[in-house]
């Protein structure tokens, strides 16, 4: 298997128009104003044939790079220009040709660039397009690029899916805006897919991209069953080490979208799943690129994060559907086997957080439901499934049904539950899962980014009945109130960041190993933004 960057679909035409291999320095004459402190020029403002929409802020390779993403409508050069307005990078822009491909789908074109060499705790600014035609200026940040961190998940925003894409997207909206004023040093906006109803809907996509926060946090992207069917999403999306081998392409490379990719971010290995795929030998294809990725990569991760759109525990319509079924056969064991230490999931449009699972069953038989504290232990993995983030579509919680699946029975210890979940819940409200990355521990929260008010289009529409806690007998709880939550510690709280015992011990996991995989392993951390060139920056 090989990381590349341009790997490309079979049947996929992309026309590379710009190449470069290192960054343009452009000199003060070409220096940009941006809406902190605009700058009279004649390239300043935006103009009103900007070809460019649709921008989107990605994950990069590294917490040093971010992937820029937009749709255009013309396939002629474009580029990013990035500029940092706060920190210790020195002030010049830097410039990052764009790939540009003509679309698949719906017209147009598609472009983007990644940007490298960023350098911690600064602030950049950054635009799209070519000269005199550039989109408007976003910035984003980093932070320090060790030690804790926060991150957010967001279940099945699928706009579109209420019937009123407007509706969802408000939602979407404001739960991106709720979860970021709590809590707005989050470093990552995590995918748990379904971005859309309808896969190449350009008006939904729209409504999807409309916040602000898209492009000033890096999104990462998740494909869901309802994106998988057309190109749009990787029209929309590039990703980063993205594998688009047959096995995890789910069907027509002509029509479908997708990959497995990874990353890793401030000592965490994230691992994306297109589970689409899952017939014919793809689970297996599954295991073996998060196997080749934490053989290779581990050693440089202080946890591994799993997630992809199918949960195996779901805890709601979607529990046993057989594909599902399938995932919980193939899935676990090597999961365990691999030292993943959270899978975070969505499908289901219900919340869900397992108890401590190893080899697909419940490790510690007396793990009480809902403990607000787990010790993981060796092969320990917790599956989060998440509620939909935009209120477009909820799923009432279904009980457990062994006629259906023997497999997947009811808790002893709450039997209205599933065996595998700790906690399940539905109040047909929007949430998010936040997720703190600490030396010690991981801490996970499910918290409300809405209530029963609008924008709430699945209970504004009447396509539920009821809302709130206990299936709307009790009021509902405040924006920024939590669900749930739960602190997981690894078996051995070492705190060195390294082989701290929460892998398994076949050598798999997260064993420091013999440290020669770094060298030739290491997702690149280069210095494109470095240069010596004069400050080219805002007067
Ligand atoms: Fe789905």
Redesign the pocket.
Known sequence: MKFDNRTQGPGLVRRRVAVGATATVMGLSAAFGSGLTATAHADVSVSATAPVTGIILGVGATESQRIVSWYSSVGTAQTVEVVAISGNSAKHIVTFPATVAANSVNGGYNGHATITGLKKNTTYSYRVGTKGKWSPTYSFKTQDFKGNFDFLFFG?P?IGSSGDAVKDGAGLQDTLKVSLAANPNAELLVSG??QVESANNEAQWNAFLASNKLRQYPWAATI???DVGGKAYEQHFWTPNTDRSAPYYSGSATTQSGGDYSYIYKGVLFIDLNSNAYANGADAAHIGYVTDTVKKYGSQAKYTVLVY??SIYSPAD?ANDGDNQLRRKDFPTAFSNLGVDLVLQ????SYSRSYVIKNGAKANPSEKPGAAQVEQGPGGVIYVTANSSSGSKYYDLTAPDTTEDPNYGPDPLNPKSHWANSVENQEHVRTYVKVQVRDDKLVVENLRSGTCAAPNAAVELGKVDWCGPNSGASAAQPVGSAVDKVVIRPSSSTGNGQGNGHGQSNGNGHSNGNGNGHSNNSYSNDNKLTTTAPAAWLQ
């Open positions: 099945d699928q897919g379904d869901g069953n309802h759109h199918h979607h969505g499908h289901d449009h």
